[in-house]
């Protein structure tokens, strides 16, 4: 395997995208939580697919290095805990907000690839999920 084409750059990739993801969706008050449901659920999806199912698989310790790119040509030196907690642990925190939507249930599902996980896996397009 190829340096770019590893589970491990592919885990931090991915870590990046949801990072940046969450950030785009603006999340500013438990009333966003709600309108951004949707959206928070397929970035739990990209979180399952994308780092834990792959943390899981190569059975790596939470202590593991790992690098974040954080521009062009920078890197964060961090740890996959923290990788986590600025993924999975910002969805949870965020879900825990919403008020009226089902967020915090759906994202719980999702990451233990029960329940709604298969609502949204029959929902993404395949294109969208080879790239994940």
Not at 44 to 57: K, N, P, S, T
Not at 60 to 86: C, D, Q, R, V, Y
């Amino acid at each position: 395997m190829g340096l770019f084409n590893d589970d491990l750059n592919k885990t931090t990739v991915m870590m990046v995208n949801v990072i940046k993801g969450i950030k785009q969706l603006n999340i500013k008050s438990e009333f966003d939580v709600d309108d951004k449901e949707n959206e928070l659920c397929v970035l739990a999806y990209f979180c399952r697919v994308g780092i834990l199912d792959r943390i899981e698989r190569n059975k790596w310790s939470l202590m593991h290095p790992i690098a974040i790119p954080t521009g062009l040509f920078g890197m964060k030196n961090t740890t996959i805990a923290n990788g986590l907690e600025l993924t999975v642990g910002k969805l949870k925190e965020l879900s825990k907000k919403a008020i009226f939507s089902s967020a915090e249930r759906y994202i719980e599902e999702i990451l233990k690839r029960e329940g709604y996980f298969w609502d949204v896996d029959a929902m993404l397009l395949p294109e969208v999920k080879a790239r994940i």
